[in-house]
């Protein structure tokens, strides 16, 4: 799951960018309107935690840009401007949450996992064939049985159980997973190696999913 914060205070979005770190999360950060923009322009999030005041424009300039994309992207906002005329303008131009600053770093956590989860039907768990996966604890069974998955693994199948029998390309993979760092290479080496080891793990489980590659394009999961 592939968050974006959007927070100008530097220590601030390096708290909450660890926080969410730690709870599993790939975090990218942005620290003003044109930085934020051009992100969303080209990758796609999970969830987007969005303040209000920014140096050079202010975060509902962001949400109309979401909006007009058509972009499915979960928003909390998270702001110190606390009037109600605020709150109902940013729920109205489609945020899903508002959490008033100074906040406790657990409750964001719990906000944005609960967030993530309406995105995903209300379910605690996302089943494909007989493999599911728990985002919140970042388990994963097949057919009950505990699946060992790496970070990245995890995030892999994650990936792809939200997307089941779509076409997904290398790209938008590594950017999913491994955020910011993924134009820090020139081939895609890491992601084969980490897609053969999931492929592999899902296979000696006896998963009734594989992942299959798409020749020239990147992998798509199906249901044996």
Partial sequence: ????????????????????????????????????????????????????????????TLLRRLSELGRAERVIITSAKGSVEDKVKGLDLGADDYLPKPFHLSELVARVRSLVRRGNKGAKTIEVGNVSLNPDDRSATVAGRTLNLLHKEYHILYYFLTRPGRVVDKQSLAEAVWGDHADQSDNFNYVYQQVANLKRKLRDAGATIQIQAVYGFGYKLTEN
């Fill in 1 to 60: 799951m592939k968050l974006l914060i959007i927070e100008d205070e530097a220590s601030l979005s390096q708290m909450m960018q660890r926080a969410l770190q730690e709870a599993g999360f790939v975090v990218e950060t942005a620290r003003t309107c044109a930085e934020a923009e051009e992100k969303i322009d080209l990758y796609e999030y999970d969830c987007v935690l969005l303040d209000l005041m920014l140096p050079d424009g202010d975060g509902f």
